[in-house]
């Protein structure tokens, strides 16, 4: 076996997928890749209201969106994985009905996230990369 074939299997995947490596380092590696996020502190009603427009969002919608903003500013989170799995351990899903969603990337299924509509928006709005693993399904709950 090759030393790459042997890492793969290693991780759980296979030399032959040629997704493989960039799923992985997209997991592991993030903080290696990922540019310095925008610091936010919070949205003040001005950009709420741009952002209620701009985007074409729901006043919940919009309500939603900002206080997850708020919980990825204050706790400092650089990815919004941090953000998701705080939300996650605290069980406040529930505080985000209308934006959250159950996703999947590929091997990785039922991971507790936001839609790719918020998800983009979150992006744009912390200037963020988006160098997350490739994401194949979500579904809204």
């Known amino acids: 076996m090759s030393d790459y074939q042997d890492f793969c299997e290693s991780f759980g995947g296979s030399a032959n997928d040629p997704d493989f490596m960039d799923n992985w380092l997209s997991v592991h590696c993030l903080d290696y890749v990922t540019p310095p996020a925008k610091s936010v502190t ?16 729901s006043v919940s919608e919009a309500s939603q969106l900002k206080a997850y903003l708020a919980i990825y500013a204050e706790k400092g989170f650089k990815r919004q994985s941090d953000a998701n799995q705080y939300i996650t351990d605290n069980n406040l899903w529930d505080n985000f009905k209308e934006i959250r969603s ?3 990337h590929g091997q990785y299924v039922n991971i507790p996230g936001i839609l790719p509509k918020f998800y983009k928006v979150t992006c744009e709005i912390l200037k963020l990369a988006g160098l997350g693993a490739p994401l194949t399904k979500a579904t809204k709950y």
Not at 42 to 55: D, H
Request: hydrophobic content about 30%; cysteine-free; overall charge negative.
């Open 42 to 57: 919070s949205i003040n009603e001005s950009e709420y209201e741009t952002i209620l427009v701009k985007y074409k969002l």
């Open 102 to 104: 159950m996703n999947e």
